[in-house]
């Protein structure tokens, strides 16, 4: 691989990962979860915080291993590789279902303002993701330095429009504060209950940057260049996270929040007008073509890693002339397009996806453990170690256990979610000694 990516480029690239639609779409969640703004702030500001200690725990990781498929490299070198397929299998279906309904979500914003009348808009919506996915699937064909380019343009676009959202604080008058209908005095187990669950909403829209690590081959100076592009990366999100979910609850109102669609819509049109609705739609779709970028980018070096692990056969890790993981892209950009069809609403595969995101973040933040003792020698090179060891990767997985333990105790409203995932889970690592003990008996 060829060290192309610069600290602006990685550190777009991780922007990309976390900025998704989910800014857009997650605060009516956390806002029907938490029962007054304080616990709802509590919740972002909680996100935040486990970010950062996520931040600096990966950029160590990072910084120690520095590889291609490095998230699924931690994975294969601090567990047994059965975890690391079992995991890396589950995430690359996830991401191809985010990526799905990402473009699914972005789509209707789309559609909506080309064809606002058109009685076969689920069509439309449709055929919209579908050729935005083909689209960068072509663009990534073409080069990882082009891919970059391009990702670095549509981050600017989305960047500017989370700034926009922002500026509407300034510029539009104050939402009516609107008092609960109910006045029943909340518990505190209850205010325990509704953190746990507007975290899971609030740690989806703050999840992805984990996955920078995947470029570390093709980074320059990967040893300061990767936990640096997390560190600014993760300090934009959290600023730009907090600043917007402020506008919302200002101008939006909190009350309001909870039964609001189209959130970002609304600000624009309180700010600039109803037409102004329909130029956000559109930048809304442009901020959605660099998640789809950003997940083209990423995921087929994950399974380009689990190739030369050779727990995936090798066409995996072919390349063309530019260097392009061609038959990973295919096959993971095919997964995506499928998903577009049966792709579930966004409510419904929120626990799930989190609750399997459980696994992945605790297991591998817990590497660090392992690459401090495996990796001493690099110590004083000038790699990156974080400060208050061990006690921000600690706090990362607690984080993530109360998450998991938050959607198994309301497995009712989540449909099961925990029960699923688990299922999902065993059933991979089960395919993994399948293949395994078959590949062992051929080599006998």
Not at 141 to 154: A, D, P, W
Request: glycine share 6%; with cysteine; proline share 3%.
């Amino acid at each position: 691989m060829k060290k192309q990516l610069g600290l602006f480029d990685l550190t777009m690239i991780c922007v990309s990962f976390v900025i998704g639609m989910g800014i857009f779409r997650a605060p009516v969640n956390v806002a029907k979860a938490t029962p007054d703004v304080l616990t709802y702030f509590l919740c972002w500001l909680a996100g935040g915080i486990v970010a950062f200690c996520g931040a600096l725990t990966y950029a160590e990781i990072g910084s120690r291993i520095p590889a291609t498929g490095g998230y699924y490299k931690v994975f294969s070198y601090a567990y047994h590789p059965s975890i690391a397929f079992a995991i890396n299998c589950i995430i690359l279906v996830s991401n191809a279902a985010s990526l799905a309904m990402v473009a699914l979500v972005g789509s209707e914003y789309l559609s909506g303002v080309l064809f606002p009348a058109s009685t076969e808009i689920k069509t439309v919506e449709l055929l919209f993701a579908i050729i935005a996915i083909i689209i960068f699937y072509g663009v990534n064909m073409l080069g990882l330095r082009l891919s970059s380019r391009t990702q670095n343009i549509l981050m600017i676009i989305k960047i500017g429009m989370v700034l926009l959202l922002i500026v509407s604080v300034l510029l539009a008058p104050a939402a009516p504060v609107i008092k609960p209908e109910t006045t029943t005095t909340t518990a505190f187990t209850d205010y325990i209950k509704a953190f746990g669950i507007g975290l899971v909403a609030v740690s989806f829209t703050y999840g992805g940057y984990q996955q920078t690590i995947n470029f570390g081959d093709e980074v320059k100076d990967p040893l300061r260049t990767v936990p640096r592009s997390i560190f600014w990366g993760i300090f934009i999100i959290v600023s730009l996270y907090l600043l917007v979910n402020y506008a919302y609850v200002r101008v939006i109102g909190f009350e309001q929040l909870k039964d609001s669609k189209n959130i970002a819509a609304i600000m624009a049109s309180k700010v600039l007008g109803t037409k102004a609705e329909n130029i956000l739609s559109v930048l809304l779709f442009l901020g959605v073509l660099g998640y789809i970028n950003g997940s083209l980018l990423s995921n087929p070096r994950v399974m380009y890693a689990m190739s030369n692990d050779k727990v995936l056969p090798a066409l995996f890790s072919r390349t063309n002339t530019n260097g392009v993981l061609t038959s990973s892209l295919t096959i993971f950009s095919l997964i995506a397009v499928l998903v577009v069809f049966w792709a579930e609403e966004f409510d419904k595969i929120l626990s799930f996806s989190i609750f399997l995101d459980c696994f992945g973040m605790a297991l591998s933040a817990g590497s660090i453990f392992y690459f401090r003792r495996k990796k001493r020698h690099l110590d004083g090179t000038g790699i990156y170690s974080m400060k208050l060891y061990p006690l921000l990767p600690v706090i990362f997985i607690a984080a993530y256990a109360f998450l998991a333990i938050s959607i198994a105790a309301d497995y009712q409203k989540n449909d099961y979610a925990a029960l699923t995932g688990l299922i999902v889970l065993t059933f991979f690592i089960a395919v993994y000694f399948l293949f395994y003990r078959k590949n062992k008996k051929k080599s006998l």
